[in-house]
T-cell receptor, first 115, second 111 residues
Framework: NAGVTQTPKFQVLKTGQSMTLQCAQDMNHEYMSWYRQDPGMGLRLIHYSVGAGITDQGEVPNGYNVSRSTTEDFPLRLLSAAPSQTSVYFC??????????????FGPGTRLTVL | AQSVAQPEDQVNVAEGNPLTVKCTYSVSGNPYLFWYVQYPNRGLQFLLKYITGDNLVKGSYGFEAEFNKSQTSFHLKKPSALVSDSALYFCAAWGYQKVTFGTGTKLQVIP
């Protein structure tokens, strides 16, 4: 199993550009989520999905869109990049959303810089 | 609202000494609590979890954590620190469909 994969590893954007961060998992996990990590702020939840076709907002959803057309894939779209979106982005998956106490599996992260 | 607090930004400990990284939580219902470790330029890795049962939970790499319901704490411990334990540690808790993370504690083990 490859686990959770993310592409790209690094990305530099100009303000106003759009892009999609890719996330895939091969563990048939029901739950997937996107976080951003900023110094001193821990991990903040952007969006999550409890299954294919179902998504919801997390703590900091503004400026981001997601979709979940398959169990495996959960792409994160930046609609119009802003310098405030400079961060490290992590995708994670879990067998279920938490009712069974399952841990999350994290991807290696995407380091995004917006100029 | 659910919250997880890690009161120390950094913990320094000498190699071979015991270490403790603190975590307190505020959740409704039965807490599902986790510790994750992050090495530089890597994703988070699961260390251990408390779901139910014994208050002392054992995990990977010799780490353990003590759940204390009355103090709403879930401190991470290790009897003898290694230099290779130096990393960023996160405490986390499941709420309804969402995980709340603490802000992280940087552990520095000094040779």
């Amino acid at each position: 199993n490859a686990g959770v994969t993310q592409t790209p590893k690094f990305q530099v954007l100009k303000t106003g550009q759009s892009m999609t961060l890719q996330c895939a998992q091969d563990m048939n996990h029901e739950y997937m989520s996107w976080y951003r990590q900023d110094p001193g702020m821990g991990l903040r939840l952007i969006h999550y999905s409890v299954g294919a076709g179902i998504t919801d907002q997390g703590e900091v959803p503004n400026g981001y869109n997601v979709s979940r057309s398959t169990t495996e894939d959960f792409p994160l779209r930046l609609l119009s990049a802003a310098p405030s979106q400079t961060s490290v982005y992590f995708c994670a998956s879990s067998p279920s959303w938490g009712r069974d106490g399952n841990e999350q599996f994290f991807g290696p992260g995407t380091r995004l810089t917006v100029l | 609202a659910q919250s997880v607090a890690q009161p120390e930004d950094q913990v320094n400990v000498a190699e071979g000494n015991p270490l403790t990284v603190k975590c307190t939580y505020s959740v409704s219902g039965n807490p599902y609590l986790f510790w994750y470790v992050q090495y530089p330029n890597r994703g988070l890795q699961f260390l251990l979890k408390y779901i139910t049962g014994d208050n002392l939970v054992k995990g990977s790499y010799g780490f353990e954590a003590e759940f204390n319901k009355s103090q709403t704490s879930f401190h991470l411990k290790k009897p003898s620190a290694l230099v290779s334990d130096s990393a960023l540690y996160f405490c986390a808790a499941w709420g309804y469909q969402k995980v709340t993370f603490g802000t992280g504690t940087k552990l520095q083990v000094i040779p």
